[in-house]
């Protein structure tokens, strides 16, 4: 049973899903009788090797994902050539539902399960005992002599959920839990989705109805995941908060993390897509349980026609701007996600969208995707791709802060890079668009001087960004001129196949995302960064004939120089003000009118933690760890009258 996934230092994934099939097989006693389950494959070692340590398999079954499918493709052709009678079995989201052509492509597989693997792989296990054929049960792409497809009727959905064991309460991962790493687990409290979004295979209309696992089973996951130290639960439900139980069970998991001395320690999860007071309050539990990885307020796009293009929904933005005020009331992080290069989109409106959200309130968490098409979303379908032109470049998978070099396989993402609105010279621009805003602003570095304009002079963040980028742009020899060179290298690379991350080994060896490695270069060299920044404000402003009082220019780059964690700090420290900025910004977060008063002040910065040069360790926990928690800003800051 492979499924592979990718390791994050000495984090690694349990292999749910290849697990959830054998629970489920071996509650048969045929195949428990007649079957012995061999290793769970879940590391990215040699599939050669993998291969050959086998021990004459009668069955390999490979879960397929976009992360790990050139990986498993690579295994089973090595099992077909060590071992011919081996049947080879694949499932997962990345096989296509459309399997014309599949076993041409791929002979050394045998059969394809398609949807929800338990029965159907349950059923071929017994008709490999019977010696029958596989020919009449739903749900399976079989292989023809002559490498043709026979595909079979799609299954009916399971609708009883009770029927399906839980892997970690029936000893699945018995063989490999006490294994050296810190592990992270994927939970299932239901499966479907009510939403028909194009660019998302969780919600066809095969999958809309959305059915439950008992909350006694759930409740006993989560003991067994204090029990063992999980360390991350990946929460695999569509939209947590859809129900009303989703509420308690958030309770009980922040109760067994405290009978469990902080075990599991974090919870990932995707919220419901129309956020609600539910949602703010299974946020707030995270919270207070030091578990909330960021409550997730997403748009995918801020346009109406994009939306309409890829079938989703949006709260109105009024409504946001509410739950922002209340997140942001409440110190409890959130992030937003854009998605570039969906159908429709333009550069303008993707622009004017970022404006919207960031006036609304979402200054730190707002995060911005590549779009990609997957083989089973309608996005990808022939007749969408060509009414709206869609085009797209193979370039190596974004696995932000996975490690590199350790690994013998290169995976692959299918990025959108132009469509019927957006040549592929617009998305270069939304790429960098995005990247300086992400980097310089939703990481805090311009954040309060981009508030400030926008509050004083009507400049909205759109245009500082795109103004920012012009003027650093034909200033190459500057720190943020290099900084956008290089991203500007990497983007116009991407486009004939290359990456779209990078490797700074000074700040850890794994890939950071390019906004995350213009942000670490940057405050490493915070003196350079604001000399620099003073600069480009006085000639933004200078266009339109403005300008800053000079003493409140030098307080406002002091006051956002100080906000932001220094990587060389030592201990607590202080600023001397002319302007009481904290608490001019303090009302401006929450849309309040704030008065510029010369209040000579000082700013006391306490840091909750120091690194004195570190910067493996910076890099890791405020940037990596810290980003969705909005780590790289102080939260200790006091002011004294002076």
């Known amino acids: ?59 390999l079954a490979l879960s397929c994902y976009m992360w ?47 949807g929800e693997g338990e029965v159907t792989f349950t059923a071929v296990l017994l008709a490999f005992l019977s010696g029958g054929g596989f020919e009449s049960m739903p749900g399976v792409s079989i292989r023809r002599p002559d490498n043709s497809t026979l595909k079979t009727s799609l299954p009916n959905r399971i609708s009883d959920l009770s029927k399906l064991p839980s892997p970690y309460l ?50 006993e996951e989560l003991e067994w995941f204090g029990r063992h130290r999980i360390e991350y639960i990946f929460n695999c439900d569509a939209n947590w908060g859809i129900f009303e139980r989703d509420l308690e069970l958030t309770r009980k998991m922040a109760e067994i ?29 995270l919270d207070r349980a030091g578990m909330n990885k960021g409550a997730t307020l997403s748009f995918q796009s801020m346009n109406d026609t994009v939306l309409e293009a890829v079938k989703r929904r949006n709260i109105k933005i009024k409504d946001f701007t509410s739950y922002m005020r209340q997140y942001r009331e409440a110190k409890i992080a959130t992030y937003t996600e854009l998605i570039m290069g969906l159908p429709c989109e333009t550069y ?7 404006d919207k959200l960031i006036n609304a309130g979402q200054h730190n968490g707002l995060n911005n995707y590549v779009c990609l098409m997957l083989p089973n979303d309608e996005m990808s379908d022939p007749d969408y791709v060509r009414k709206h032109r869609l085009g797209w470049v193979k370039m190596p998978i974004l696995l932000a802060h996975s490690t590199p070099g350790s690994d013998p396989v290169q995976e692959y993402q299918d990025v959108v890079v132009s469509t019927n609105s957006m040549p592929v010279e617009d998305w270069e621009r939304i790429f960098i668009f995005s990247w300086a805003v ?11 001087m981009a508030l400030f304009l926008r509050k004083q002079f009507g400049v909205q963040y759109s245009v500082f960004y795109e103004k920012l980028i012009d003027y650093f742009s034909s200033r190459p020899e500057t720190l943020l001129g290099q900084q956008l060179v290089r991203v500007s290298d990497i983007v116009s690379g991407s486009i004939q196949g290359g990456r779209l991350d990078m490797v700074m080994p000074k700040f850890g060896e794994i890939y950071w995302p390019l906004e995350e490695a213009a942000f670490l270069n940057c405050v490493t060299d915070k003196e350079t960064f604001y000399r620099e920044l003073a600069g480009f404000v006085d000639d933004l402003l200078g266009q339109s004939g403005r300008s800053v009082d000079r003493t409140l220019l ?85 002011v004294a009258r002076l």
């Not at 994050?8 to 009788?33: H, K, M, T």
């Not at 592990?183 to 809309?208: I, L, V």
């Not at 303008?348 to 970022?354: L, P, Q, S, Y």
Request: proline residues 5%.
């Open 1 to 59: 049973m492979s499924q592979v996934n990718y390791r994050y230092g000495d984090n690694a994934f349990l292999p749910y899903s290849v697990a959830v099939l054998q629970a489920y097989a071996q509650a048969e006693s045929e195949i428990r009788n007649s079957f012995t389950f061999k290793e769970l494959i879940f590391l990215r070692e040699d599939p050669d090797q993998v291969a050959r340590r086998m021990e004459s398999p009668s069955i």
């Open 68 to 114: 790990n499918w050139e990986w498993q493709k690579l295994l089973a052709q090595a099992v077909k050539a060590y071992y011919p009678d081996c049947l080879v079995i694949m499932g997962g989201i990345h096989i296509p539902e459309k399997s014309d052509g599949f076993f041409r492509e791929y002979p050394y597989v045998d059969l394809i399960i398609h």
């Open 170 to 219: 029936t000893g699945v991962f018995d063989s490999i839990i006490d294994l050296p790493f810190l592990w992270n687990a994927s939970q299932e409290t239901n499966r479907g989705c009510p939403y028909p979004c194009t660019f998302c295979a969780w919600g066809p209309a095969y999958q809309q109805k959305v059915w439950q696992f008992s909350e006694d089973r759930i409740i």
């Open 257 to 285: 993390k405290a009978r469990y001395q902080g075990y599991p320690k974090k919870f990932r999860m995707c919220t419901a897509k129309n956020s609600n007071d539910r949602v703010f309050d299974i946020s707030r539990i």
């Open 348 to 354: 303008t409106t993707f622009k004017e969208g970022i």
């Open 438 to 448: 992400q980097s310089f602003h939703c990481l805090g570095l311009t954040q309060t």
């Open 554 to 638: 030098s307080n406002l780059l002091s006051y956002q120089r100080a906000l932001v964690v220094d990587p060389y700090s030592d201990g607590e420290f202080s600023v001397n003000l002319e302007y009481d900025l904290h608490d001019y910004f303090a009302k401006a977060y929450l849309d309040e009118e704030g008065k510029l008063a010369l209040a000579s002040n000082r700013l006391v910065v306490k840091p909750s933690v120091v690194f004195k040069g570190d910067l493996v360790s910076y890099a890791r926990e405020i940037v990596w760890y810290g980003r969705k928690g909005g780590k790289f800003y102080h939260s200790d800051v006091e």
